[in-house]
């Protein structure tokens, strides 16, 4: 039930990015789908972000307000002025590593949003001194800003790391991504061994170590491809990494392409890859299950261990000759290929946005007092 738009309570995230950014991703789809489905159940949401090409500065889409103002660095700035002046109910603190310190200038509730922990990711994108300077910011210094707010994540094992940073895990929640319904297919599993990876191209995907899992099988397996589906600003850095190990006649690199046509690159690959080293959960692995496809990730890179059910709908490995073990293993075996990919497929299609919406508005109304609409 709704009521009047003017004593709707306000919602505002303040997160780095959206998905029309050039390099949004699988966290940003979660937060527009919590804002997309808090709008339909009568909030007034407002996501402020970084400002890009691909959309303009001010705009509404499936009722949720955009405000992008910022680059790269200056969002962060951008967000305390929104925080300050905006009259919301509660603030979600989308910490993308770096936390945009909402709690120094809100006048409200604040409820901190963490896909992950990054002790792994600062030295790989900003190198070792910044690194450990972001590190210190994650670690020690937002943890003790943020000490009387509730914390949310998406998995299990981020909650164990958040903890580790002494953030009480009764304070924080566990909301799952759902999973979009997958479009209907045209494709159907390639009759040449095909590998798949979709994500970001940047470089704590590790997407290298699928071309090098693709160096290491092509003797044994001379028709073996790889695809990739994704765009990032690592892309030259990966397509040189390819033209290195002379495998551009197996490699495919797509860049971005469009919903259905990454459903059909899902839907004719036998495994996919999630070699990153850290994921929140894995959007991708669920959408591959979607398509009776089992992935091979790697067992300490986070959320996916619980994304990947061990034995049932997919692998993990311990380091990258078990990866390299895994996928063999699953490309010699078209029944453990089956079995993976029927377990898989049904667990997938069991995750809704809208079970995930609920459990997020429960946190908002406890986090922030607030009678639910």
Known sequence: ???????????????????????????????????????????????????????????????????????????????????????????????????????????????????????????????????????????????????????????????RELAGLGIATARTTVVRNGLDTPPAVHAEPDPDPTLVVVGRVVPHKRVEHAVDVVARLARRWPKLRLEIVGHGWWLDNLRRHVEQRDLGDRVVLHGFVGEQDKHEVLARAWVHLCPSVKEGWGIAIMEAAAHGVPSVAYRRAGGVAESIVEGETGLLADDFDDLVRHVDRLLASGDLRSSLGAVGRARALSFAWERSVAEFEAVLVETAGLARV
């Open 1 to 159: 039930m709704s009521r009047e738009h003017s004593s709707s309570p306000a919602v505002l995230f303040v997160n780095w990015r959206d998905t029309a950014h050039p390099e949004g991703g699988g966290s940003e789809r979660y937060v527009e789908r919590m804002a997309e489905g808090l709008a339909g159940r009568g909030y007034r949401v407002t996501i402020q972000c970084a400002a890009h090409a691909n959309a303009p500065a001010d705009e509404v889409v499936a009722g949720v307000r955009y405000r992008r103002r910022g680059s790269r660095f200056t969002v962060y700035l951008w967000a305390l002025v929104a925080v300050a002046r905006m009259h919301a109910d509660v603030i979600v603190d989308v910490q993308a590593g770096l936390p945009f310190f909402s709690r120094l200038v809100a006048r409200c509730p604040v409820l901190v949003l963490v896909h992950h922990v990054h002790r792994e990711q600062w030295p790989a994108v900003v190198g070792p001194l910044l690194g450990r300077i972001g590190w210190w910011i994650e670690s020690r210094v937002a943890p003790r800003l943020y000490r009387d707010c509730r914390y949310l994540t998406v998995s299990d094992e981020t909650r």
